[in-house]
């Protein structure tokens, strides 16, 4: 069996890609980044075909003039993808960017599967402009013509692989069946994810690793992190600044407030600030399935995560972490306050969250199951929905 993969980023396609070449399985992995970018990624170079003039110009334009340029940089991605897709039985792409290869797989006899990092993408627009209106932005709708594009593929794919059961509900929703939707969580790298150091015990240090958008519910940990109680506390908001009004806004708190903001990071320092983190949260209003949660608890970090991150893949509550609503500013606060109060509980709960990370065996298991998958799918056998 020979798979092709197809992403403009990165994603999780790398940590596939090698699962798959270690299975002898990778017949291609067509990516936007640069060759020059990829020398070290000894495993997968005979196996990448590098177009980076259908994405990078349109990722340099988008962070250095604001601007909106999804659907151009997914649809051109996809055209000249299209024109690569080599011989396979089953072609994976990430939803929006492979309309056209997918068709162009499928006329060579090929199997389609739509990944899914995030929630079905209408139920991820909406979301997201609920959330916009209850904090008084406006923000665009997610481009209709990426959300056109994207339902197209969701129609002709085979199967549509989601991260987690929030992924999942939000397809079932939208009234899909089950049998089209396969939950496989992500792995974790143990070899990069581990801890580096100990918390400070006389510290309270709350880490976020992602986008600072409204999407990634910022604004709800900003006024949680602000009522917490504690001497010595900080916040670190990690990551690149999302196109937004809202951005601006988490700046003047920082201004005002112990917060960092460090931007984007290596994943080395990254594992440096979970590891003498006290907390990790994610308090996402919609994201498919936030990888870093696996991260953080990798580093023996505990998790306070939203319900609409996967969290419930992941976490037992009150055992290596706690699961709150979204855009519920006061229960994400009393996690917060419980854990400033009590050393006791943030190291039982600590030991906790590494133990689970390192059962989860890195990103083994999440091979296995979509070569399970693929088998399926090519032996023409049963093919309905599993999840763990």
């Not at 270690?22 to 495993?43: D, I």
């Not at 089209?180 to 150091?197: E, H, M, S």
């Not at 006290?278 to 990798?298: H, K, N």
């Not at 500013?329 to 709960?349: I, N, V």
């Amino acid at each position: 069996m020979k798979v092709a993969l197809s992403a403009p980023a990165k994603y999780h396609f790398f940590e596939l890609g090698r699962e798959l070449v270690r299975r002898n399985c990778l017949s291609a992995l067509m990516t936007g980044y640069p060759a020059f970018k990829l020398k070290h990624e000894v495993e997968l170079g005979p196996y990448f075909c590098s177009l980076p003039w259908a994405h990078l110009p349109y990722r340099f334009l988008a962070s250095r003039f604001n601007v909106n340029l999804e659907y151009w940089d997914k649809s051109l991605f996809d055209r000249f993808a299209s024109k690569r897709v080599p011989e396979c039985d089953v072609f994976m792409g990430i939803a929006a960017s492979m309309l056209f290869s997918s068709r162009a797989a499928r006329d060579r006899g090929a199997k389609v599967v739509v990944d899914r990092p995030c929630s079905h993408i209408e139920v991820q627009n909406r979301l997201i402009q609920e959330e916009a209106k209850r904090e008084g932005y406006r923000l665009k709708e997610i481009d209709s013509r990426v959300r056109d594009r994207e339902m197209a593929e969701y129609s002709e794919a085979d199967l549509i692989t989601v991260p987690s059961l929030f992924s999942a509900r939000s397809f079932y929703a939208q009234g899909f069946p089950e049998e089209k939707i396969r939950v496989i969580p992500y792995g974790v790298d143990l070899t990069v994810f581990f801890p580096t150091a100990q918390p400070d015990p006389s510290e309270f240090i709350v880490v976020y690793a992602g986008q600072i958008s409204l999407r990634k519910g910022i604004v709800h940990l900003i006024r949680a992190f602000e009522k917490v109680k504690h001497a010595n506390k900080k916040l670190i908001l990690i990551g690149s600044d999302g196109a937004e009004p809202f951005v601006a806004q988490a700046r003047q708190f920082a201004q005002r407030m112990s917060i960092e903001l460090p931007g984007h990071v290596p994943q080395t320092v990254l594992r440096d600030h979970m590891s003498r983190a006290t907390v990790f949260v994610l308090p996402s209003i919609e994201d498919g399935y936030g990888l870093v949660m696996t991260q953080a608890m990798a580093c023996g970090c505990p998790v306070v995560a939203t319900t609409n991150t996967g969290a419930d893949m992941l976490i037992t509550e009150g055992t290596d972490g706690y699961i709150v609503p979204p855009a519920d500013d006061q229960a994400l606060f009393k996690r917060l306050q419980a854990l400033a109060d009590s050393p006791e509980l943030r190291s039982k709960l600590s030991t906790a969250a590494l133990t689970r990370a390192q059962k989860i065996a890195g990103w083994t298991e999440y091979g296995d199951q979509i070569v399970d998958m693929f088998q399926e799918l090519t032996d023409g056998s049963d093919s309905s929905p599993r999840s763990n």
